[in-house]
């Protein structure tokens, strides 16, 4: 049980704080775990990028705003999955910067979460009408 507000912890988020109590009643942002991954392979299917550019259009695109530090362990992972590669691009105006690209098994990936978040939307889409229908609009209590 945790210690902070007695909640059994167990649908927190790794990191997560626990819900603060004091703001019942506010609608929280329930994070997709890994989201910034198919967010990063679809901006890469647009075209290379350099990790600050992505960080960048991470924003304006999904959403997502993830420390530089997040973003480079990510872009890792993934270049060790298979999902992207890098090189170091040519620095024309300042340092090189190592420029990552959609690999074939990226875009697989990026089109297999895709389907998933199309069959996660319909269930997501069907909670929140019987949620609607039981207690309105707003969630009225």
């Avoid at 167990?10 to 994070?31: C, H, K, L, M, Y």
């Avoid at 170091?88 to 998933?116: C, I, M, Q």
């Amino acid at each position: 049980m945790c210690q902070t507000c007695g909640c059994s912890g167990r649908f927190r988020v790794r990191g997560e704080s626990p819900p603060d109590n004091s703001q019942a009643g506010i609608p929280r942002q329930t994070p997709i775990e890994r989201f910034m991954e198919p967010c990063i392979l679809l901006l890469l299917s647009k075209g290379p990028s350099h990790g600050y550019g992505l960080l960048d259009d991470l924003e304006k695109q999904c959403g997502e705003t993830p420390d530089v530090g997040n973003l480079y362990r990510t872009l890792r992972r993934m270049e060790k999955d298979g999902w992207v590669s890098s090189n170091w691009g040519t620095g024309e105006n300042g340092p090189k910067k190592r420029v990552y690209e959609l690999t074939d098994d990226g875009k697989e990936f990026l089109h297999s979460w895709a389907g998933g978040l199309e069959k996660n939307k319909e269930l997501i889409d069907r909670f929140l009408e019987g949620f609607k229908k039981q207690f309105g609009r707003e969630g009225d209590k």
